[in-house]
Nanobody, 120 residues
């Protein structure tokens, strides 16, 4: 069992920045992919960003150029730097880890989520 703990969410005004952190209970060397999903009430969960064990990153079109994902293997932690935030970014953000499963909608392990609210 991989435990994931997110932190860094909060309230920010449009145009501002937040940095989310996700700490894993084991070395992320053993995890094939880690990513961030977000979900607003009544809406489908959407993949925002993903990083592979090789350090390659991918982003949803809606956040390209504004969000940056990174990993610190020594700390077993991944980050999501969010800049130029928009009200549309408001959602619960979930960290996820995949060993055998990681897709646009599914992963093996999930964090508890952290709320990000962007005011206009």
């Amino acid at each position: 069992q991989v435990h994931l703990v997110e932190s860094g969410g909060g309230l920010v005004q449009a145009g501002g920045s937040l940095r989310l952190s996700c700490a894993a209970s084991e070395s992320i060397f053993s995890i094939n992919a880690m990513g961030w999903y977000r979900q607003a009430p009544g809406k489908q969960r959407a993949l925002v960003a993903v990083i592979t064990s090789g350090g390659r990153t991918k982003y949803a079109d809606s956040v390209k150029g504004r969000f940056t994902m990174s990993a610190d293997n020594a700390r077993n932690t991944v980050y999501l730097e969010m800049n130029s935030l928009k009200p549309e970014d408001t959602a619960v953000y979930y960290c996820a880890a995949g060993i055998t499963i990681f897709t646009r909608t599914h992963a093996d392990y999930w964090g508890q989520g952290t709320q990000v609210t962007v005011s206009s």
